[in-house]
């Protein structure tokens, strides 16, 4: 007979009401589409190659197009006998990156195979190689050619959302577009992470993750209250002011001010302590002891790391992993593992190179990036995240030892 498992806290909790989770807007599929053929439609592609499509193919149509190319940078289409494309390249020079297509030999058994399949190319150019970098590497995560290395199972990552849009705010999970007022901290490596991290939050600071509809209904505390995990300003148990202050505390621990906090409240338990009031002491205890366990959970905390993400890569029997680990205010939110569609052929530099420019497209990007190897373009691809995220963006490998 198998014994059924106690009821705990957290299944208390869930039977009586679950936390909301903020979704944003983000895009359904339809509408993800949609912005895909919106996107390409905006592209003034130069479709030379469609003159020539069915005359030449393969080196021979890219020979003839080498020589009407420009010297300049922009992203090339390749595409196959049915319309399908097979690869999406940037150049530094389109006519020099197209030529070396068509040198004899010197090409892996890939991409001879994709030369040889080509039966028509488009072209654009752009103002630097650094939008061309971003552009081709939107282009593959929209068209996801046979030949480029793919990036799959790209969902968006979750955060943790403190609002600001009412009066008493709650904490809460969030995934997708920041169209709601507040801060957000993460991103966090899955949406159990951010879970844990405000089960644990809630011990610490008190604060409500009822929906605002709940709140405004409520008319005696709830039972989040009587197990010590919100301190129910929906009934005036805590007055706003004092809330306010939990908030505060709740946002400086999440910005990386946690050793401030623990100070505050090791202070605040011994003066308790000291007037005897036992009570009070005791809940400063049990809050310290909930932020503990946050930084507990959270594994390896390199000292000195503030703001990065750090990537490690793995390349066995035809397959590659890609694990990321997010460091955010000195703490760590947890990893995740990708497994890109990459041929066996290809160095971890190409792979986790084309990785990374896929991974940021539509990511926010830390100041900090830091790699096993250096990847290929490794300043090129500094600089394109740089203008992406409008601050200075640092791509470096550790030393070891």
């Avoid at 939107?138 to 030949?147: A, D, E, H």
């Amino acid at each position: 007979m198998i014994d059924e498992p106690e009821e705990t806290d957290d299944d208390l909790i869930d039977a009586a009401e679950s936390d909301p989770i903020d979704e944003g807007s983000e895009a359904p599929d339809g509408d993800t589409a949609a912005a895909s053929a919106a996107l390409l439609a905006s592209i003034d592609w130069d479709d030379a190659g469609q003159q020539l499509a069915g005359d030449l193919t393969g080196a021979e149509l890219i020979a003839a197009l080498a020589r009407r190319l420009p010297n300049q940078p922009g992203v090339y289409r390749m595409f196959g006998k049915d319309g399908d494309v097979l690869y999406v390249g940037k150049a530094r020079s389109l006519k020099k990156r197209v030529a070396n297509y068509t040198r004899l030999g010197g090409h892996t058994q890939r991409i001879a195979r994709m030369i040889r399949e080509t039966r028509q190319m488009e072209f654009v150019t752009t103002r630097t190689e650094t939008e061309a970098l971003l552009l081709e590497a939107n282009l593959i995560k929209r068209l996801r050619p046979r030949y480029n290395v793919l990036l799959r199972d790209d969902k968006s990552f979750p955060y943790i959302l403190v609002s600001e849009d009412h009066e008493a705010p709650a904490i809460m999970k969030h995934r997708g577009a920041r169209s709601r007022k507040g801060s957000y901290f993460g991103p966090f490596a899955s949406a159990g992470a951010v879970g844990r991290t405000i089960n644990s939050l809630q011990r610490a600071f008190l604060l409500r993750t009822c929906t605002d509809s709940v709140y405004e209904s409520r008319t005696r505390p709830c039972l989040l209250h009587q197990i010590k995990r919100c301190s129910a300003p929906c009934t005036g148990e805590i007055s706003i002011a004092d809330y306010d202050g939990l908030v505060r505390e709740a946002k400086a621990f999440l910005s990386g001010r946690s050793n401030q906090i623990k100070n505050g409240m090791s202070a605040a338990m011994q003066e308790a302590s000291d007037d005897l009031d036992f009570e009070r002491a005791a809940i400063y205890r049990d809050r310290l002891a909930a932020l503990s366990h946050v930084q507990s959970h959270q594994g390896i905390n390199p000292t000195g790391i503030e703001e990065a993400d750090v990537f490690a890569i793995h390349q066995e029997g035809g397959m590659t992993c890609i694990q990321v680990f997010f460091f955010r205010t000195g703490q760590n939110w947890g990893n995740r593992a990708y497994f890109p569609k990459a041929d066996s052929s290809l160095e971890p530099s190409e792979v986790l190179g084309a990785f990374l420019a896929q991974f940021y497209d539509d990511k926010p990007v830390p100041r900090l990036v830091l790699l096993p190897l250096m990847v290929d373009d490794g300043p090129l691809l500094a600089e394109a995240l740089s203008l992406k995220a409008s601050h200075r963006v640092q791509i470096g490998v550790p030393a070891r030892g």
